[in-house]
């Protein structure tokens, strides 16, 4: 046997030995890293998260109403760039915009662009405050000393597109946190009792599920729509919303805790806790939830996209959330008009970006489920 032979078998056997020795988590990020798409997926959805977490810094301006340019509305966007007619530059630049009344047009304002004139875009300039981490900043990663640089353009208020788009996908992301918290808690609350008692109890708790199950979201969002008070604060607003979600989205998970209790509790693992004098929610929390704790992680994860979803849908209709606040929901509402079709097709950018969003979290999740399968590299 050549040394070559041998140094080959001693890998093959130290790969075995670390499979073998693994833990689910460490099978599951194996099998995770062999799925392209799913990499790509969880590369662009962690890229996403961070914009939005930093947010405030990564964009120019406050995206409210405090932030707005009021000489530049519906402004298509203001791409920098480096040369022109004029020569080349070291440093990006913009045009300055011009605002002006024009008798051709009945003596309204007009914006023009003064070729003759560079705006120099700068990097970590001051601007507006913004609290980040409980901490007051003024620093923005670009920025124009005297004036505005609109990337995606400006809305029929001014406000500038790029900033809103940013925060929108934060809000978006911890709307759609909050809500997959609450149902995680109220699904393992729900659904470990039903498993692990069964009998009249799993009988009543699944009757509730069903009829949980059965409530329409749609009319149900516009009773509570109109049940909102209209002094409710946009803060107060978004907790109702996200608390909302939550509480209709927990039956599909508490369902999947329970199949795998059921199964479980019978396991001589679980019987041998209960001889040693365990209590029964020691054995639920002890025992059987770590013992699919992976899957819980998974579901998690594909509950994500439903819930952006649901509060995109909710926000879009005018059920949900409202201006001020910035979410993709309230930002898809301006593409809703036949007049931003046609003049003003910058309005769409954030819906790029919520397409991305959602299929960055659909990846993800298909790739997770297919790694938790202990079975999926037989079926292949």
Not at 84 to 106: H, Q
Request: glycine share 8%; proline share 4%; hydrophobic share 45%.
């Amino acid at each position: 046997m050549t040394e070559a032979n041998i140094y080959d078998a001693a890998v093959d056997q130290s790969a075995k030995d670390a499979y073998f020795t693994a833990s689910q988590g460490q099978l599951i990020w194996t099998r995770f890293k062999k799925q392209k798409a799913a990499m790509v997926g969880a590369w662009v959805l962690v890229a996403l998260i961070l914009s939005g977490l930093f947010a405030p810094f990564l964009t120019p301006y406050d995206p409210t109403i405090a932030g707005r340019d009021k000489d530049y509305l519906n402004g298509a966007p203001t791409i920098p760039q480096f040369c022109d007619d004029n020569g080349c530059s070291f440093r990006p630049f913009v045009y300055a915009l011009e605002r002006e009344r024009s008798a051709a047009t009945n003596f309204r304002w007009v914006t023009t662009i003064n070729t003759d004139e560079r705006k120099y875009v700068q990097f970590f300039v001051e601007g507006s405050e913004y609290t980040l981490f409980f901490m007051t900043f003024d620093t923005h990663l670009f920025g124009i000393e005297d004036g505005y640089v609109h990337l995606f353009g400006t809305d029929s208020t001014g406000k500038d597109i790029f900033s809103r788009t940013f925060h929108a996908i934060n809000t978006s992301l911890a709307v759609g946190t909050i809500g997959v918290l609450i149902a995680f808690v109220l699904a393992l609350v729900i659904g470990g009792i039903s498993g692990f008692y069964g009998g009249w109890v799993d009988s009543i708790i699944q009757m509730v599920t069903d009829a949980v199950r059965t409530i329409p979201a749609i009319p149900l969002f516009m009773a509570l729509a109109a049940f909102i008070p209209d002094t409710w604060s946009a803060e107060e607003r978004f907790f109702f919303i996200s608390i909302i979600l939550g509480f209709i989205g927990w039956p599909t998970l508490a369902r999947r805790v329970r199949t795998h209790l059921l199964t479980e509790r019978n396991q001589e693992y679980v019987l041998a806790a209960q001889l040693c004098g365990a209590s029964s929610g020691h054995v639920i929390r002890k025992h059987l939830l770590p013992s699919f704790t992976s899957y819980i992680i998974v579901d998690l994860v594909i509950s994500f996209p439903y819930m952006v979803l649901s509060e995109t849908a909710l926000s879009f209709i005018g059920l949900g959330l409202k201006d001020p606040v910035n979410s993709l929901g309230v930002m898809l509402q301006n593409v809703t008009s036949a007049d931003v079709l046609l003049n003003y097709q910058w309005y769409f950018i954030p819906v790029i970006f919520f397409i991305i969003l959602v299929m960055a979290f659909v990846f993800v999740g298909d790739g997770l489920r297919d790694a938790a399968d202990p079975y999926g590299d037989t079926k292949k």
